[in-house]
């Protein structure tokens, strides 16, 4: 089998690397990330490049992009694929994913999360982990619910939105594109685009 490589080696690459593990026991990794020179003393970090060296391959290989920031991510996911490498998904298989929901190129879901029945999870996407995605929900592209979150069925995520750790959604909630939940936060209405809110009930902050 091929060698996955995985883009980005801080803690969210790390973890990305024991779902590959997970769901592919032995298969051969090869990280990249400009930081290479500092990352490869972290475990479990081994050969590691720069980003470039996989751009220039003239081989079309299994990647997968963990970056953390939205933009960033994306942005990687499209040049990858436009240089004809395949973005693959990951699911841990301790998550819970029904056979009806839609996992796009470029996701993970994350051990322990639940994702329910016609869930939409867009290209690029994160469910964390532990965190539930309920019935007929769906995802933007480079959407990330973080560790413990909760949405309610029939959620609408904008693209790059991240919902906080241990945030819940109210069923057939909308949140914007580009919007930051806080921690822990508590949604009962809609949420436009560009803002970050906070609290409980949640409320808009500058």
């Avoid at 690459?13 to 026991?25: C, E, F, I, M």
Wanted: with cysteine; net charge negative.
């Amino acid at each position: 089998m091929t060698a996955i490589h995985i883009v980005g080696a801080g803690g969210h690459g790390r973890v990305v690397y024991d779902v590959v593990q997970a769901v592919y026991p032995g298969r051969a990794v090869v990280w990249h990330d400009d930081a290479w020179e500092t990352l490869s003393a972290l475990a479990p970090v081994t050969k590691i490049e720069p980003v470039e060296r996989l751009m220039n391959r003239s081989t079309p290989s299994d990647c997968f992009v963990a970056i953390g920031g939205a933009s960033a991510r994306m942005e990687m996911l499209e040049a990858l694929s436009a240089r004809g490498h395949t973005v693959v998904s990951v699911v841990h298989p301790s998550a819970v994913v029904s056979p009806f929901a839609r996992i796009h190129p470029g996701s993970v879901v994350m051990a322990g999360a639940v994702v329910q029945t016609a869930v939409i999870l867009e290209r690029g996407g994160i469910v964390n982990t532990s965190a539930s995605v309920d019935h007929d929900c769906h995802l933007g592209r480079g959407a990330h619910v973080a560790p413990g979150a909760h949405l309610a069925g029939t959620v609408t995520v904008g693209e790059q939105t991240w919902i906080g750790a241990g945030a819940v959604v109210r069923e057939g909630t909308t949140i914007g594109a580009r919007v930051m939940v806080g921690a822990g936060a508590v949604i009962l209405r809609d949420v436009p685009d560009d803002v970050t809110i906070v609290g409980n009930p949640g409320r808009i902050v500058e």
